[in-house]
């Protein structure tokens, strides 16, 4: 639920800069096998990702992290919109 020491390490340094797309992807990689509705899978990465936000408060990482609440966000919601369209057309 908190960054490793070698990613929190790399969120700090200089080098995030340029480089937080790639960071979300990295993040975002480890969700693994999905198994059910996707958008609940989400809202745990969702929750991961409020928490790596708590932990790197006060930090030069905490707006990526909040950029990253903001994505996961966005993107449950989508999801979320999109099973329920599905469901309606499967009745």
Do not use: C
């Not at 797309?21 to 809202?43: C, I, K, Q």
């Not at 790197?56 to 990526?64: I, N, P």
């Amino acid at each position: 639920m908190e960054p490793e020491p070698l990613v929190r390490m790399f969120l700090l340094s200089d080098r995030l800069h340029g480089l937080e797309n790639d960071a979300w992807r990295g993040f975002f990689n480890t969700l693994g096998v999905v198994s059910g509705p996707f958008y609940l899978a989400l809202e745990n990465e969702l929750m991961r990702a409020k928490s790596w936000h708590t932990s790197l408060a006060g930090t030069s990482a905490e707006s990526w992290a909040q950029m990253l609440i903001e994505r996961y966000e966005t993107d449950v919601e989508w999801h979320r919109r999109r099973d329920e369209e599905e469901n309606l057309h499967l009745r």
